[in-house]
């Protein structure tokens, strides 16, 4: 079946520094790949996505490329900033799965001023 | 417009007890999930709606785990004669066609079973 692993956190960090979140999956066909965020007290939403090998998802100065050969989907950005604190969950879904999302655990991010 | 609304925010209830969840999704949203989310854990797949019909109940842990949509839009989870191990948050997701389209999800419900 599906699984996506995520790195463990928290991952801490000061403001400015460059994040890496690591993300990789199992899938026994083509899956998309998502990256979801839930800021405190919101609900999780849609950060980006990527549907096929070597596309890359950006958004809000995120940044996630769809590795097919190391069945990986790392997410990065270059200066993080403290309302970027949150919890992200890498996903996938595909059409053996009904496109029905199946997620990590989540990795929690806090950034200091 | 308005996202996906879940009440009761919270809920409190006794083992053995019955409780629903309700789900709002967003108008014209054709797809609507449910999920569990414990703590420190990522979102678990429940059931799955497409209109009316639930098109894929295979993540509900057993038959005290029941949902409906009977109108194609607002959605109930129920559960039955509740467990201290059924106590986490539960969260609902719509989205516009089911196919890949982005999952909205509501801000969840929190349910501890004492």
């Known amino acids: 079946g599906n699984s996506v692993t995520q790195m463990e956190g928290p991952v801490t960090l000061s403001e400015e520094a460059f994040l890496t979140i690591n993300c990789t999956y199992t899938?026994?066909?083509?899956?998309?790949l998502f990256w979801y965020v839930q800021y405190p007290g919101e609900g999780l939403q849609l950060l980006l996505k990527?549907?096929?090998?070597?596309d890359k998802g950006s958004n809000k100065g995120f940044e996630a490329t769809y590795r097919k050969e190391t069945t990986s989907f790392h997410l990065e950005k270059g200066s993080v900033q403290v309302s970027d604190s949150a919890v992200y969950f890498c996903?996938?879904?595909?059409?053996?799965?009904?496109?029905?999302?199946?997620f990590g655990r989540g990795t929690s991010l806090i950034v200091h001023p | 417009g308005a996202g996906v609304s879940q009440t009761p925010s919270n809920k409190v209830t006794e083992k053995g007890k019955y409780v629903e969840l309700r789900c709002d999704p967003i108008?014209?949203?054709?797809?609507l999930y449910w999920y569990r989310q414990s703590l420190g854990q990522g979102p678990e797949f429940l059931i799955y709606?497409?209109?009316?019909?639930?098109?894929?109940d295979s993540g509900l842990p057993n038959d005290r785990f029941f949902a409906v949509r009977p109108e194609g839009s607002v959605s109930t989870l129920k559960i039955q004669r509740t467990e201290r191990g059924d106590s986490a948050v539960y969260l609902c997701?719509?989205?516009?066609?089911?196919?890949?389209?982005?999952?909205?999800f509501g801000n969840g419900t929190r349910l501890t079973v004492t």
């Open positions: 996903a996938l879904s595909d059409q053996g799965g009904s496109y029905i999302p199946t």
């Open positions: 899938a026994t066909g083509y899956p998309s």
């Open positions: 709606f497409q209109g009316t019909g639930a098109a894929d």
């Open positions: 997701a719509s989205s516009r066609t089911g196919d890949n389209s982005p999952l909205h």
């Open positions: 990527a549907t096929k090998a070597d």
């Open positions: 108008s014209g949203h054709t797809a």
